[in-house]
């Protein structure tokens, strides 16, 4: 299986808060779907904002199951920078 994620607006959190909360963002999400996936996945970072996984073997709930897991994951990440806790979703 193959999943490709990207964090929409990442653009206007970037001009909003500056380039290095962005990176605190990007790390934060790469973090969190590293939590997500199973030891033989491989998550790669795929452009500016956006991440790809691997998923060998796995079948469609499997990948699904995954998918929902790192989305929730995402959902629920907080940032903390510049003694502000900020979303990565709203």
């Known amino acids: 299986g193959l999943a490709l994620l990207d964090i929409d607006l990442f653009k206007k959190f970037n ?5 290095l909360t962005g990176d ?3 790390r934060a999400v790469a973090q969190n779907i590293a939590r997500c996936v199973r030891n033989v996945d491989f998550v790669a970072r795929y452009g500016g904002e ?3 996984i691997i998923l060998p073997n796995a079948d469609r ?3 699904a199951g995954i998918c929902v897991k790192v ?3 995402i959902e629920e990440a907080r940032v903390f920078e510049a003694d502000e806790k900020l979303r990565v979703c709203n």
């Not at 001009?15 to 380039?19: E, K, L, P």
């Open 24 to 26: 605190a963002v990007l």
């Open 71 to 73: 989305r929730r994951a």
């Open 15 to 19: 001009d909003s808060f500056g380039h």
């Open 50 to 52: 956006e991440f790809a």
């Open 61 to 63: 709930l499997t990948a």
